[in-house]
């Protein structure tokens, strides 16, 4: 499936003055412009971000470091029940 198709959805969050992004899903674009998502979860804000698909060799490549946060890493956020 080419990449151009494909769609990550984020979701925004603010804790401890800080905008975390957290990656819920992805999505893919049909052949008439509509999108389906497929979300491994809900987002708590109702709010959803649908971006160009980017994989993490471009995210570095982009950003000159990994782009990862320790909740990407361990699946949870350090301190959160």
């Known amino acids: 499936m080419s990449q151009k198709t494909m769609k990550s959805v984020f979701t925004v969050v603010e804790r401890e003055g800080k905008?975390?992004?957290?990656?819920?899903?992805?999505?893919?674009?049909?052949q008439d412009g509509s999108i389906n998502l497929k979300l491994d979860a809900l987002p708590s804000n109702h709010s959803l971000q649908?971006?160009?698909?980017e994989s993490a060799e471009e995210r570095e490549a982009r950003f000159g470091r990994s782009s990862r946060s320790d909740a990407d890493r361990t699946g949870s956020y350090p301190g959160l029940a």
Do not use: E
């Open 19 to 30: 905008s975390h992004w957290l990656k819920l899903g992805v999505g893919f674009v049909n």
């Open 50 to 53: 649908v971006r160009d698909f």
